[in-house]
């Protein structure tokens, strides 16, 4: 298996900005997550799905971030615009909510909002 | 809502050297316990899970963890370490039956030669 894939790897962008992260979960896992990593605030949730429906989004900033699950192999996280405060590494992570409870991340998108 | 507390955030340790990385979390509830392995420029990777049974549990690269309920403590500990063994550790916490779990801050282990 592939692992959960992220792309981009590296985005940089002006401040304003429309920003599109894209994540493929592993195959036949139901549970999706989107993370952000700062040496500030260290690792966060941002919002969890469950088969595809958005479950927990209450770690989402503000409006100007939104997640999709449009199928089981995919899901992105928009922001618009984008802010300085933005720039940070987002992390997908997908696990099986019939198997052991443990996430799979994948490499992450280290976005940097100039 | 659980928290975790991970009361190092760095631990340096020569090579060969036992380890010990501590974790702490709030609640006494029935909990999932995990330990993650974050290394330079990737993901988080699991290294070890505690859901039920005995309370040492052992996962990969030689680490192992014991869950103390009494304690609310989920300590990591290895052996003897190797310079690979550089990177951040997570620790985190589930309910019993949640899918979301609570990370701690991460402690950065760093082994010196």
């Known amino acids: 298996d592939a692992g959960v894939i992220q792309s981009p790897r590296h985005e940089v962008t002006e401040m304003g900005q429309e920003v599109t992260l894209r994540c493929k979960p592993i195959?036949?896992?139901?549970?999706l997550f989107w993370y952000r990593q700062t040496m500030m605030r260290g690792l966060e949730l941002l919002i969890y799905?469950?088969?595809?429906?958005?479950?927990?989004d209450s770690g989402m900033p503000e409006d100007r971030f939104s997640a999709k699950m449009p199928n089981a192999s995919f899901s992105t996280l928009k922001i618009q615009p984008s802010e300085p405060r933005d720039s940070a590494v987002y992390f997908c992570?997908?696990?099986?909510?019939?198997?052991?409870?443990?996430?799979?991340f994948g490499p992450g998108t280290r976005l940097t909002v100039t | 809502a659980q928290s975790v507390t991970q009361l190092d955030s760095q631990v340096p340790v020569f090579e060969e050297a036992p380890v010990e990385l501590r974790c702490n979390y709030s609640?006494?509830?029935?909990?999932?316990l995990f330990w993650y392995v974050q290394y330079p420029n990737q993901g988080l990777q699991l290294l070890l899970k505690?859901?039920?049974?005995?309370?040492l549990v052992k996962g990969i690269n030689g680490f192992e963890a014991e869950f103390n309920k009494s304690q609310t403590s989920f300590h990591l500990r290895k052996p003897s370490v190797h310079i690979s063994d550089t990177a951040e550790y997570f620790c985190?916490?589930?309910?019993?039956?949640?899918?979301?779990?609570?990370f701690g801050r991460g402690t950065s282990l760093i082994v010196h030669p």
């Open positions: 992570a997908s696990s099986f909510s019939s198997g052991g409870y443990e996430q799979y």
């Open positions: 195959s036949g896992h139901n549970s």
């Open positions: 799905f469950n088969n595809n429906v958005p479950i927990d």
């Open positions: 609640s006494s509830v029935s909990v999932y």
């Open positions: 505690y859901l039920s049974g005995s309370t």
């Open positions: 985190a916490v589930s309910d019993r039956g949640s899918y979301i779990p609570t």
